[in-house]
Structure formats: C-alpha cells, structure tokens
C-alpha cells in the first residue's frame, strides 16, 4: 500500500485522474474519504500521516490566520482559483515537508506570506 506523501506524489502527477478536475476542495473531500475508509478498516495512523495532522497549523501559522477554517479554505482564498489552489497546495506541501526535517526550534519559524500572495489576497 502506498504511504501517504507517496499518494499526493501521484496525486500532483495526475490530480484529474484521483480528483475528477484539478481542484483543491476535491482534494481535502479525497483526503477525508482515504482517512475514514482506514479508520474505518481499523489501520492505525502512518508516521506519515501522523505528521500531516500538523499541516492545518502549519498553515494557519504560514498565513496568519485563526484556527477557524480548514487549510483548504485558507489556501483557496489566497489563490485565484481551484487550479491554482491545488497548485499552491503541493508547493505549501513540499515546503511543510522540507520543515519537518528541521530541528523543532528551527522549524517554529514565522513564516511570511510571499509576495505573490499578498498581492492576490490585496485584489479581493
């Protein structure tokens, strides 16, 4: 069975083929339908997935924002649209990834919004 960073692999190769479209809320409905269908069959947490829980903080912390919407929502409100969400999306992910290797102290850093996302959040 494949581990979890390996499926967002295939995922971000072919996201039309896991997702239907290339969309960032069919994303967060697939990774909530692989965690029930698991939790359902009995399968503990991955390492893996176990590390991802973090990535909703992660991200709250990365755009400042409250602990009052899912990462999916905050990501989408900072991209243009699903397309460039899902994009965002596995950039975001890459760069939590690369965090986790760090030490804790280092990995604790307030992350800045880019400006490329400052600028699209300044349209809205």
């Not at 083929?17 to 991955?46: C, E, M, N, W």
């Not at 929502?73 to 760090?102: G, T």
Request: hydrophobic share 40%; with cysteine.
């Amino acid at each position: 069975m494949l581990d979890l960073y390996d499926l967002l692999g295939k995922i971000k190769k072919r996201s039309s083929l896991y997702l239907g479209k290339q969309s960032l809320s069919h994303l967060h409905v697939f990774l909530d339908g692989y965690t029930f269908a698991r939790r359902q069959l009995g399968i503990p947490l991955t390492e893996e997935e176990e590390k991802f829980e973090d990535f909703q903080e992660w991200i709250e912390i990365r755009f400042n924002q409250a602990d009052t919407q899912s990462w999916s929502r905050i990501i989408l409100f900072y991209a243009e649209d699903e397309s460039d969400a899902l994009k965002r999306f596995f950039d975001l992910f890459e760069e939590f990834v690369s965090c986790e290797k760090l030490p804790k102290d280092d990995a604790t850093i307030n992350y800045e919004m880019p400006d490329e996302l400052s600028v699209v959040a300044g349209n809205i």
